[in-house]
């Protein structure tokens, strides 16, 4: 059992930058592959950056050269570092992680807000 706790949400201006983390407690963080998601009012949650076995990366393509995964094993925690910030990444974001080898033991944070003004 994981338990993944999102901070790092808020309000910013257009072209801002926030950082998220995602701290993972109950078991050993370095075990999952992660990510972050996000989602808006009326839509499906949609995945916006992820960290696959290796620490293999993968991004939306909407958030490419502005977002960055990172993760640090020994803190339990990952990060998300959003940059070039545009009102349309305002949403719920969301931390996954998912065991690298029994893959239905996938864990969901409770999300952050993020809001960017124009």
């Known amino acids: 059992q994981v338990l993944l706790v999102e901070s790092g949400g808020g309000l910013v201006q257009a072209g801002g930058s926030l950082r998220l983390s995602c701290a993972a407690s109950?078991?050993?963080?370095?075990?999952?592959?992660y990510g972050w998601y996000r989602q808006t009012p009326g839509k499906q949650r949609e995945l916006v950056a992820r960290m696959d076995r290796g620490d293999s990366t993968r991004y939306a393509d909407s958030v490419k050269g502005r977002f960055t995964i990172s993760r640090d094993n020994a803190k339990n925690t990952g990060y998300l570092q959003m940059n070039s910030l545009k009102p349309e990444d305002t949403a719920v974001y969301y931390c996954n992680a998912q065991h690298i080898l029994f893959s239905s033991q996938k864990y969901w944070g409770q999300g952050t807000q993020v809001t960017v003004s124009a």
């Open positions: 109950g078991s050993a963080f370095a075990l999952y592959a």
